[in-house]
């Protein structure tokens, strides 16, 4: 199990309490430190079940502004940024074995257990 983390965001870390609550101790990622990859990321995609890479991306961040995202509908080029710019990566994010849920709200991080 493991949990892509900012420790700077509070959504993160009431996601994090929540399954630490509920008796989960997953392996944490700080994902601004250690970067996933493009395969990573792609994948986690996919076990999330998104339709476009686009809804793991923070839409709202305005470096996803300036680099003119918006009108960017390749997807393995959107995956390429979210790696290049991890900041862009929506999160919490928990993977655990072959599902994953994003916190958004915090409660859905329960989904992937």
Same mark, same amino acid.
């Given at each position: ?8 965001? @509070? !959504? @993160? ?29 792609? @994948? ?8 476009? #890479? ?10 996803? !502004?300036?680099?003119?995202? !918006?009108?960017?509908?390749? =997807? ?6 979210? #790696?290049?710019?991890? !900041? ?9 074995? @072959?599902? #994953? #849920?994003?916190?958004?709200?915090? =409660? ?6």
């Amino acid at each position: 199990m493991e949990y892509w983390h900012n420790p700077r965001c @509070s !959504k @993160s870390r009431e996601a994090l309490a929540l399954l630490e609550q509920h008796g989960y101790r997953p392996t944490i990622r700080e994902y601004l430190k250690d970067t996933p990859s493009a395969d990573e990321i792609r @994948s986690v995609v996919a076990k999330l079940r998104l339709s476009s #890479a686009r809804d793991l991306m923070r839409v709202k961040d305005a470096l996803y !502004k300036e680099l003119g995202l !918006k009108e960017v509908s390749d =997807e393995d080029q959107l995956i390429k940024v979210m #790696a290049d710019n991890p !900041k862009l990566i929506e999160r919490p994010v928990l993977i655990h074995e @072959s599902r #994953a #849920a994003l916190g958004r709200p915090v =409660e859905q991080i329960l989904d992937a257990v």
